[in-house]
């Protein structure tokens, strides 16, 4: 069962350049997150999406866009990176609470530096 | 909006003693869930302990259990008997019917030998 699975682990990327971070889960949740936390702070709300065809954003969603067309599949994509956007980006999954089940499950992370 | 405070950066103790993390929350929702996740230098975010707004009953595992003040909207942790592997960073969480999963800030705990 592998869960939550983002990638890449790493990214460099240049400012103006765009790129697409991949998160899939095998766990058949619906709700799914996108997180983003900068060195020493907390996880700040990118986008969410409580099912396939629905997203909302979340606390900071500017500069970047998600779609949700399975299940399994969220991935968030930055279009025109800039400096500001360098952080780590976690992606999470969890199931939608019936019988107490709110879990959240995390992928691995991606660190991703924008140069 | 719902909000999850953590007002305390950073806290240190020693092996084997007690310690107790605070978090205040905010929402408006009578039906929530409250939890704690560590995150240790490998980034990785583990699931500590989580706690039903609609039991009273506080949440225990292991050496970890919950203060749960619901009229005062407090969710504090204690860590019993702490150990090493006990340093990481604690985030206090919250997500209700609305399906957003809020975080605070977070503590940097750090267990001295």
């Known amino acids: 069962n592998a869960g939550v699975t983002q990638t890449p682990k790493f990214r460099i990327l240049k400012i103006g350049q765009s790129m697409t971070l991949q998160c899939t889960q095998d766990?058949?949740?619906?709700?799914m997150y996108w997180y983003r936390q900068d060195p020493g702070m907390g996880l700040k709300l990118i986008y969410y999406?409580?099912?396939?065809?629905?997203?909302d954003k979340g606390e900071v969603p500017n500069g970047y866009n998600v779609s949700r067309s399975t299940t399994e599949d969220f991935p968030l994509r930055l279009e025109l990176a800039a400096p500001s956007q360098t952080s780590v980006y976690f992606c999470?999954?969890?199931?939608?609470?019936?019988?107490?089940?709110?879990?959240?499950?995390f992928g691995q992370g991606t660190r991703l530096t924008v140069v | 909006a719902q909000t999850v405070t953590q007002s305390q950066p950073e806290m240190s103790v020693q092996e084997a003693e007690t310690v107790t993390l605070s978090c205040t929350y905010d929402?408006?929702?009578?039906?929530?869930?409250l939890f704690w996740y560590k995150q240790p230098p490998s980034r990785q975010m583990i699931l500590v302990i989580r706690?039903?707004?609609?039991?009273?009953q506080n949440a225990t595992e292991n050496r970890f259990s919950v203060n749960f003040q619901k009229a005062a909207k407090s969710f504090s942790l204690k860590i019993s008997d702490s150990q090493l592997g006990d340093t990481a960073m604690y985030f206090c969480?919250?997500?209700?019917?609305?399906?957003?999963?809020?975080f605070g800030k977070g503590i940097t705990l750090s267990v001295r030998p």
């Open positions: 999406s409580v099912g396939a065809g629905i997203t």
């Open positions: 706690q039903e707004a609609y039991k009273q």
């Open positions: 766990m058949n949740h619906n709700y």
């Open positions: 999470a999954s969890s199931s939608n609470g019936a019988n107490g089940d709110t879990e959240a499950f």
């Open positions: 929402t408006s929702e009578n039906n929530y869930y």
């Open positions: 969480a919250l997500t209700g019917a609305n399906s957003k999963l809020t």
